[in-house]
């Protein structure tokens, strides 16, 4: 299965900056928009510059741990730093106010914990999140990281991508076991990104820690291109089955939407 970049499917871009540093941070824009791998040539091919002064820049980008090489050598994805850059923004958006009152509101009418997460490598990142006043509880802070294939929030993140893509963040992915119920096999995982696509909705069945349901369904961009945030609640099973689960969407989806206006508001600031 191909997940290299096509060519023809960059546009062509001119780096601009009045300085060199303004220059890369322009180059890692490109790159950054870009939802498959690319090599050196691709991005001579879409961009006003000569083939040594791109290999210059990512050369500078690599080595400062914002870009690494794929393991045939050639194609470039991104780097450790830059991906705890990208998640240190989601964590500490000046949006949090506005996101927290929302999730606030949320927890409120469901009285059960809720949590908005984003996608980070192959794991689950909670950004901010509520906890219900029941005195029988799961506990996570914010901060939080779980893995992809047991999460529901994970599910709908992935949901949305290209098979492609999908496969290849999660090439390397462990698939550890925490419960009977956690998914085992990329495969069987493929399965279910593919019922969670068609529904809109992701649920962890006891999938990550036993006797815990977690419902989930995904913030949309305002601008309708790839979302990178979820929003989920989640109980004890005592209190949440799928059936009650599927009560919980109508709020989720309310909730989702907000957030997305949240969004879009400050976009047009």
Not at 180 to 187: A, P, R, Y
Not at 245 to 250: C, D, G, K, V
């Amino acid at each position: 299965m191909n997940n290299k970049v096509n060519p023809a499917d960059l546009e062509s871009v001119k780096i601009a900056g009045d300085t060199p540093a303004m220059r890369l941070f322009s180059l890692l824009e490109l790159i950054a928009a870009q939802e498959r791998q690319f090599a050196l040539q691709d991005l001579v091919d879409n961009t006003d510059l000569p083939k040594p002064t791109v290999h210059r820049m990512l050369q500078q980008l690599e080595n400062a741990d914002m870009l690494m090489r794929d393991t045939d050598g050639r194609h470039y994805c991104v780097g450790g730093r830059l991906r705890r850059l990208a998640e240190d923004l989601l964590f500490n958006d000046t949006r949090y106010g506005a996101r927290h009152a929302v999730l606030k509101s949320l927890g409120n009418e469901l009285g059960e914990s809720c949590n908005l997460t984003a996608l980070a490598g192959n794991e689950v990142l909670y950004l901010d999140r509520v906890e219900t006043e029941a005195p029988l509880r799961f506990y996570l802070r914010p901060g939080s990281r779980v893995p992809v294939h047991c999460s529901a929030s994970g599910k709908v993140l992935l949901a949305q991508m290209p098979p492609a893509q999908r496969r290849r963040l999660l090439a390397n992915a462990p698939f550890d076991v925490y419960t009977k119920n956690t998914i085992q096999s990329l495969e069987e995982f493929e399965v279910e990104l593919e019922k969670v696509k068609q529904q809109g909705y992701a649920f962890d069945n006891e999938e990550f820690l036993p006797g815990l349901f977690c419902v989930a369904v995904l913030v949309p961009r305002p601008d309708g291109s790839r979302s990178n945030m979820a929003v989920a609640t989640q109980a004890p099973i005592m209190r949440m089955t799928p059936d009650k689960a599927l009560e919980t969407l109508p709020a989720l989806q309310r909730a989702a939407q907000a957030l997305t206006q949240i969004e879009a508001q400050l976009s047009e600031s």
